[in-house]
């Protein structure tokens, strides 16, 4: 089934079409195929000049908006094609997926959930469906669309990725790396697989596997994306084989070819914090000083510990917690649209009221979210540079700054290959520089909000898990819970993708740092005038 047109459901669909209008659609057809937009656009447009009421021509035109990024009109064109062929499954998958491309997630699974039981064997609605339940934080669901999928075609390599990271997401990590090495055994340049493969903790690579994943990084086709992934799964393999010269170097390639692929400026970054600086001198005289009360905000630098800290407040039976919520960028983007001037410039001249109006907005979105609960957890590691709007929109608010050492901070980050953002992570120099930033902002909310800015530091979490959880909770105005003390159960055991608990992640992580040994002396030079006394 992986041709493209195996499935019954993908023939025939120039069916009742003039023989003139068919051959048009067949070239639209290949044009698509081909990555040609504008000459799929010209057939599709002499096809419907013949047959304006033809299905298949308005859904092919709504892919191809869709692919171009103009969901509004994709929309249009594939509600028009359903409206004259209700029954065709194709048209509802393709539906489904502008929907979910233009925000209405829940109307997506419902159309594709439908696609999938009027043609039960097709396994693009099955896939499509898996997909949808990864991005919204659904392995469970994925894993059984997927599973479907790959019963219905077991050479669908694309679907049985997605399901090792589904697994890997929930903790099955064994499972995760069967799939990740099916996968490989099939298509062995597959990036993605050594990848997900290497941030698995059970996985273990051999010999083999190092002189495998060297092959691939000098196969000519392969894209800089590819190469990259490669990398950092060549560097995860060569520290399994004890190798740590060759894996630091691996690292350092790796790094830099991502770099290289960005465009991360750590003087407009450290102008930008300047600025937030400048802009929030004093905390901001609040209308209702109880607005946002229970709201506690989770800041930090990646791999700094932010999730254990969320699973550590989440165990507490008051408390729920939403990950990676982006609500608080939003609403301050939107005002900046209005204003017409970006962040934190129109800080100055915003009103009491108007921080009101913003914090009011802020509670109205997560109001679902929050249930019954008395305290609501929104950790998201951008929001660092924003906690002086979160106390003005909401002081009775708290936040809580999730800490590492600065040494392994730096370093898990530069060994990391992120899925997005993180952009200064690929370079010591605007590593360290980012944690600068990092670090003086954080001391400025500190010395601002002195009874609303809590610094929880990982290290000392650790030497005392008990007084550290005590003080968090105190600090978050929750009574103490045994439960609180047990990352490893909490949050309903929630895991990182390797399937290991949080804790044991960051264990891990010194461990590697100390194993690296003197490779590592020129970050600990670089962070030396930051870190000494």
């Known amino acids: ?32 195929d081909r990555q040609q937009p504008e000459a799929a656009a010209a057939a599709l447009a002499r096809v419907l000049a013949l047959e304006p009421d033809c299905a298949e021509a308005l859904r092919m035109r709504g892919l191809l ?20 062929r209700p029954g065709d499954a194709l048209i509802r998958m393709n539906l489904a997926t502008s929907l979910y491309a233009s925000g209405d997630a829940e109307a997506a699974v419902s159309w594709l959930r439908r696609a999938c039981a009027m043609v039960p064997d097709f396994a693009p609605a099955w896939f499509n469906l898996g997909k949808m339940y990864m991005l919204r934080g659904r392995p469970a669901g994925a894993i059984t669309a997927l599973q479907r999928t790959l019963d219905i075609d077991p050479e669908h390599v694309p679907a049985r990725i997605v399901l090792a990271q589904a697994q890997a997401d929930l903790g099955m990590a064994t499972l995760a790396s069967v799939n990740y090495r099916e996968v490989l055994r099939r298509q062995p340049s597959q990036a993605t697989a050594w990848f997900g493969l290497a941030s698995l903790d059970v996985e273990r690579f051999s010999e083999a596997d190092v002189v495998q994943l060297q092959q691939q990084l000098r196969v000519p086709q392969a894209t800089i994306a590819a190469r990259v992934s490669l990398g950092f799964a060549l560097v995860r393999a060569l520290e399994d084989q004890a190798d740590p010269r060759a894996a630091l170097r691996a690292l350092h390639k790796a790094n830099a070819l991502q770099q290289r692929q960005l465009n991360w400026n750590p003087m407009l970054a450290s102008a930008r914090v300047d600025e937030i600086i400048k802009a929030f001198p004093e905390p901001v005289q609040a209308t209702d000083p109880t607005l946002g009360d229970g709201v506690i905000f989770i800041v930090a630098l990646p791999q700094s510990g932010s999730l254990l800290t ?6 507490h039976p008051q408390a729920v917690a939403a990950d990676e919520l982006v609500d608080l960028q939003q609403i301050l983007d939107a005002e900046s649209e209005r204003r017409r001037q970006p962040f934190p410039q129109w800080v100055g001249s915003a ?9 009011q907005a802020y509670l109205a979105r997560i109001e679902g979210r929050r249930g019954h609960t008395s305290r609501f957890i929104d950790r998201n590691l951008s929001n660092w540079q924003l906690v002086g709007a979160a106390l003005a929109m909401l002081p009775g608010a708290c936040v809580v700054n999730s800490r590492r050492d600065a040494f392994e901070s730096c370093f898990a980050c530069y060994r990391q290959l992120f899925v997005s953002g993180s952009e200064f992570s690929y370079d ?44 968090l909770l105190e600090f978050c105005g929750l009574p103490f819970d045994p439960d609180c003390v047990q990352p490893a159960r909490a949050a309903s055991g929630a895991h990182t993708p390797g399937g290991i608990s949080t804790e044991q992640l960051l264990r891990r992580d010194s461990a590697r740092s100390a194993w690296y040994g003197d490779g590592l002396q020129r970050l600990r030079a670089l962070l030396r005038p930051v870190t000494s006394p």
């Open 428 to 471: 010591l120099d605007h590593m360290v520089s980012y944690w600068r930033d990092y670090d003086r902002l954080s001391r400025h909310w500190q010395q601002l909000f002195p009874a609303r800015f809590l610094e929880h530091d990982y290290e000392s979490w650790l030497a005392d898990p008990a007084a550290r959880v005590r003080r």
């Open 351 to 359: 009103t009491a009221a108007d921080w009101s109006r913003l914090g």
């Open 65 to 84: 908006h869709h692919l171009q990024g103009d969901f509004p009109r994709a929309l249009a064109l594939l509600r028009q094609a359903h409206d004259l």
């Open 1 to 32: 089934m992986t041709a493209r047109h195996a499935h019954p459901l993908m023939q025939g669909r120039a069916v009742g079409l003039s023989p003139a209008a068919a051959t048009l659609l067949e070239a639209a057809a290949v044009a698509l």
């Open 310 to 315: 969320e699973q550590i407040l989440a165990a």
